[in-house]
Every structure is written in C-alpha cells, then in structure tokens.
C-alpha cells in the first residue's frame, strides 16, 4: 500500500524526542546511545529530508558529502509499521532529484536479498557489480 497523504520536507531543526524513537524502532541504538555524537552529524550533514504522514515523523533520510563530486547516504530509515508503502522509495528519491548532477552517489547497507533489492531498484549497484571494492573502519559502539 502506498502512502497518500505523505510530505516530504527539508529536516532543519534537530528534536531528539522527534528522532530517537525513529532511530531505537528499527534497533539503530549505536545513534541513540551517543545522543551528542548524532545531534553534531545531523548539524554536519549535507541534506537531512524527512516524511511526515499527517504531521507525525515517519521516515528520514541522511547524506553527508560536499554535494559536487560525491553524495553519501548515512542514514535512511522508516518506522516499521510505515516501511513497505513507498516511503523509504520517496525519501531517497528526493535525494537522487536533488543531486542528481552529482556522479558518485553512495550508501553501505545490510547485505540482505531485500536491501539489496530495493537499492537496485533505483539504479545503485554493489560496488563489486561496477569494478569497486569498499571498505569500512568501525569503532565499537559508544566511542565518541
């Protein structure tokens, strides 16, 4: 089912009670257990969109980049009982409209048959897939 009644807007004001149920609901507790860490990404970042259905927060989407030669997507997420209805599709499409002169776009996401279904869907492919290789240092939950 698609969601209708759906408006996505640009995220400007950082609201920790606004954002952190969003975050804790799909088990992303890394964020919320540095509640500093993630209030100074979302004021670094390059666009933070969110969707809204009748006013009420139901999904985000996160890049950081310099918005030219390379758009990263940090973060995109949609409460559960929101996800499969087109949200996560809009948010990132947004993105994708936005910056769509830029050449390198890019996202790490779980390696599942369903995430990677969805990115292909919109044109991302698995670096392995174009000649690339990606790699990733990752420090221990609550390193700040």
């Not at 009670?17 to 390059?46: K, M, N």
């Not at 890019?106 to 698995?126: C, H, M, Q, R, V």
């Amino acid at each position: 089912m698609e969601v209708t009644d759906m408006e996505i807007r640009e995220y400007r004001t950082y609201n920790e009670q606004e954002i952190f149920p969003l975050y804790t609901s799909v088990g992303w507790t890394a964020y919320t257990d540095a509640p500093d860490t993630l209030r100074q990404g979302f004021e670094h970042s390059l666009l933070t969109l969110a969707a809204y259905e009748n006013g009420q927060l139901v999904g985000l989407i996160r890049t950081v980049g310099d918005g030219y030669t390379i758009v990263f997507v940090q973060d995109i997420l949609v409460f559960p009982e929101y996800q499969r209805r087109g949200i996560g599709t809009a948010l990132l499409q947004a993105v994708l409209d936005r910056f769509g002169h830029v050449r390198q776009m890019e996202l790490a996401t779980d390696d599942t048959p369903k995430t990677i279904a969805f990115y292909k869907s919109l044109g991302f492919s698995p670096m392995s897939e174009i000649g690339c290789c990606g790699f990733m240092r990752l420090l221990p939950c609550g390193t700040e």
